[in-house]
């Protein structure tokens, strides 16, 4: 029996090029090996702000986006977080068995509080009465969700026993807690769940257009899978930071230093790299030449994408279908955990 892979994204946006090459092709990849589950976790991404009215569209066109990336859905089992209850009830056992010193060390925590917060760590520090509270007041915005976030993610996976968990660089902290959770809940209540481990993509984390933080939507670095070829070579072309070194076109610069000599190492062909690094370091080439290269190369790569996208738009009833069937599989599977589950917490009464 092939062993069992779970992962998922939130519908927060449109997917962009850091979940496709940091999470969505190594998904692809890993097909034919493991029995996939690929979920769209709409639970995770209400605990930031969004837009309500948006959400049902967003949840299709992150499917969408899974399917005509490759994600064939005769092969992998694709579905919506909240078609399946047992998440967060699994998620409220899991609380129990999870530290908050624990939660509290999560990077991706501390990011988003100091994110939503408006205000970093230091500040609060050094600030005085008025500041504080100003803190306290922009702090009250961030919600206990937000903090439990990780369980939940627990829950998401060990609900169907993964044990392979192929997401970028940024979840790996999120698929060791879980771990640790399902160690100590086995170690508490008995055996149920497997360890898990991450599976990192060989792009496990891309930088965004400003070379500094990781592409992200919510940093608004980022580049959706859906923008037309133009507009990507447009947009990197004028946006993407290269060598700050290169102030001039006859300046050398160090394509190791560079985000767009970086991009061509996933994007572009070996003869392409060593043209990118040579043109660079002996001011052969000017930044614009390099990001225009690289910028056709996503476009071209995204071209099957973009047709299938296409295609799946024109049949809307289609995704809503593989959706259905995928919730209906998983709510069997979550369904079995969480009777074995009740059993071992010694909650059996009226069975
Ligand atoms: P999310 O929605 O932020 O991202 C989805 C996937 O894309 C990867 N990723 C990147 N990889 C490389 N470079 C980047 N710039 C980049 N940006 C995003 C992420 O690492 C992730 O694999 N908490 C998760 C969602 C989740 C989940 C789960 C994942 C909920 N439950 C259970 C796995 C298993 C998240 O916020 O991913």
Redesign the pocket.
């Known amino acids: 029996m092939k062993k069992r892979l ?7 946006g449109a ?10 092709q ?1 998904w692809i990849g890993l097909l034919d090996q493991y029995d996939c589950i690929f ?1 769209i ?1 709409d639970y ?2 209400i605990t930031i702000p969004y837009d309500v009215a948006g959400m049902e569209r967003r949840i299709i066109d992150a499917a969408s986006d899974y399917i005509a990336a490759g994600l064939d859905p005769a092969r992998a089992t694709i579905f919506v ?1 909240s078609d399946v209850p047992q998440h967060t009830e699994l998620a409220w056992v899991f609380d129990s068995v999870t530290p908050l010193g624990q939660l509290m060390r999560m990077t ?1 925590f501390k990011a988003k509080t100091a994110q939503f917060a408006d205000m970093e760590e230091e500040d609060e520090q050094v600030a005085g009465e008025e500041e504080r509270s100003e803190f306290l007041e922009k702090a009250g915005k961030v919600n206990a969700g937000l903090f439990t ?2 369980v ?3 829950a ?2 060990l609900l169907y026993k ?1 044990e392979a ?8 902290q ?2 060791e807690l ?1 771990r640790d959770i399902a160690r100590r809940f086995n170690n508490r209540y008995g055996e149920v769940f497997p360890e898990c481990r991450p599976l990192l ?1 060989p ?6 257009l400003d070379a500094v ?5 919510s940093i608004g670095n ?1 580049i959706p899978m859906q923008t037309p070829p133009e507009e990507i070579i447009r947009r990197v072309t004028r946006e993407a930071v290269s060598d700050y070194r290169r102030q001039r076109r006859q300046d050398p610069g160090v394509p190791e230093e560079c985000n767009v000599h970086a991009w061509h190492k996933v994007f572009s062909t070996p003869a392409e790299v060593e043209w990118s690094a040579q043109g660079c370091r002996s001011a052969g080439i000017g930044c614009f030449e390099c990001k225009k290269k690289v910028a056709e190369n996503i476009a071209g790569q995204l071209a099957p994408y973009r047709e299938k996208r296409a295609e799946i738009a024109a049949r809307p009833d289609y995704v809503r279908d593989v959706l259905a069937e995928g919730a209906k599989r998983c709510r069997e599977i979550a369904a079995a955990t969480m009777e074995e589950v009740r059993t071992k917490l010694g909650l059996t009464r009226g069975r």
């Open positions: 779970f992962s998922g994204m939130q519908p927060t997917l962009h090029l850091g979940n496709w090459v940091g999470a969505l190594n979920c976790v995770h991404a977080q991706q976030y990780p939940l993610q627990a998401d996976i993964g968990v192929p997401v970028g660089e940024d979840q790996v999120h698929v879980t993509s792009t496990p984390r891309l930088m965004g933080n990781k592409m992200s939507k980022h």
